[in-house]
């Protein structure tokens, strides 16, 4: 049910799980192989894995938790940022948190340690569109920008002081995300057969 996989530990439930289940190891398998109770597996882990992204949204929501508020009104009405600054640190703590991960986490211990099972998105062999949208995300915060979408950026208060600086984090951003796409036939692959693309990627990120 979703309230027993609710109480398990993350690597039982939640996106990589639903993976798995769908399909098997090295994207091989049919939709014919899996099992009733695979499928009852299937329906209860997708179920929570929705209740946790609904309650992630909530969180943001003006009729929840509301923390949009808390963080525009950082250094104001915010009981969480008592300054502008404190919240400008969280979100480019951030933008260099998920780097970190992609680079010395993602990207490394697979490659270094010459295993797939390391792998992260290895069951739907998406890793390299995963990590792009990594990196995509730390673009859309660095820009201010997200789909249609567009606001303030850390970028104007980059441009404002170095405008060199500026122009350089966006070319670095755009290329970080090219080398993982670079990254051929695959990830998975690319860790045995194109190492060098595979340290490319790691250092762009």
């Known amino acids: 049910t979703k309230e027993y996989i609710d109480g398990l530990e993350g690597t039982l439930k939640g996106f990589h799980t639903i993976e798995y289940l769908i ?3 090295g994207d091989t398998k049919p939709a014919s192989a899996m099992t009733p109770r695979e ?17 992630l949204r909530q969180s943001w929501e003006a009729t929840g938790d509301n923390f949009a508020a808390q963080l525009a009104n950082a250094g104001g009405s915010s009981t969480i940022y008592t300054s502008q600054r404190s919240g400008l640190e969280d979100i480019i703590g951030g933008m260099a948190a998920i780097c970190d991960e ?10 270094t340690q010459q295993d797939r099972t390391l792998e992260e998105s ?19 915060l660095y820009l201010g920008t997200y789909g249609t979408n567009s ?13 060199t600086l500026d122009a350089r ?9 090219a080398a993982i796409g670079a990254m051929q036939p695959s990830f998975g692959e690319a860790i045995f057969s194109n190492k060098t693309a595979v340290e490319a990627a790691q250092a762009a990120v």
């Not at 739907?124 to 995509?136: G, V």
């Not at 606001?151 to 405008?163: H, W």
């Not at 984090?169 to 995300?177: G, L, N, T, W």
């Open 122 to 140: 290895q069951f739907s062999n998406n890793s390299n569109a995963d990590f792009q949208d990594n990196i995509r995300s730390v673009k859309s």
């Open 151 to 163: 606001g303030k950026g850390v970028s104007e208060l980059v441009v404002a002081k170095n405008s």
């Open 23 to 25: 399909f098997g190891v």
């Open 169 to 177: 984090v966006r070319a670095e951003i755009d290329a970080a995300i």
């Open 39 to 55: 499928i009852e597996y299937l329906v209860a882990v997708t179920q929570s894995f929705k209740g946790a992204t609904a309650q």
């Open 102 to 111: 992609v680079a010395n986490g993602k990207i490394n211990d697979p490659f």
